[in-house]
């Protein structure tokens, strides 16, 4: 495809809709994990302005900071620390509406507010996370949990 993205306004199903196939086109035939994780952060990036998104990377029992957009942000996250670290421990999404009332979250940006955050398998493992976080409350719900699910599901893992 054409290395542009279609961006719509609309609902947030609407515009994940728009969003999923044209991640899948950008992805079809690249097997690089570093150049697909790049990509999937701008275009996530470019259709919502997310304050910020992107991969951490489990790498000798922590995880390393990978492709993203936003601003600069804590490189290297313990098992089981912040919300990052916790989905990485249990293996499973976590929605945050209010980072503050999260035991044990990372500020990187004192603006983020709340978070999203997704963890990625080969094989049943956590080999890594999608990262996702707002400037605004209760941002993220089951709708964009969905929906980030099928994406992550796109990246392969060789
Ligand atoms: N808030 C995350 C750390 C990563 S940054 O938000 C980019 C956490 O608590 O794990």
Not at 25 to 37: I, P, R
Not at 78 to 92: A, I, P, Q
Not at 130 to 155: A, C, G, M, P, R
């Amino acid at each position: 495809m054409a290395e542009d993205l279609l961006i719509v306004k609309g609902s947030k199903e609407e515009q994940y809709a728009n969003l999923l196939p044209q991640i899948e086109s950008l992805l079809f035939g690249e097997n690089d994990l570093v150049a697909n994780l790049a990509n999937v952060a701008a275009a996530l990036k470019e259709q919502f302005d997310f304050f910020w998104v992107g991969f951490y990377l489990v790498k000798n029992d922590e995880l390393v900071l990978g492709p993203f957009q936003g601003p600069v942000a804590c490189t290297r996250i313990k098992k089981g620390r912040g919300v990052c670290g916790t989905s990485w421990n249990l293996g499973e999404s976590l929605i945050v509406p209010d980072v503050e009332q999260f035991p044990g979250h990372i500020a990187c940006s004192s603006l983020s507010k709340s978070e999203i955050v997704l963890p990625l398998k080969k094989n049943g493992q956590v080999v890594g996370i999608l990262d996702v976080d707002s400037e605004k409350l209760n941002h993220f719900d089951e709708t964009d949990e969905y929906y980030l699910q099928l994406i992550v599901n796109l990246i392969k893992f060789d």
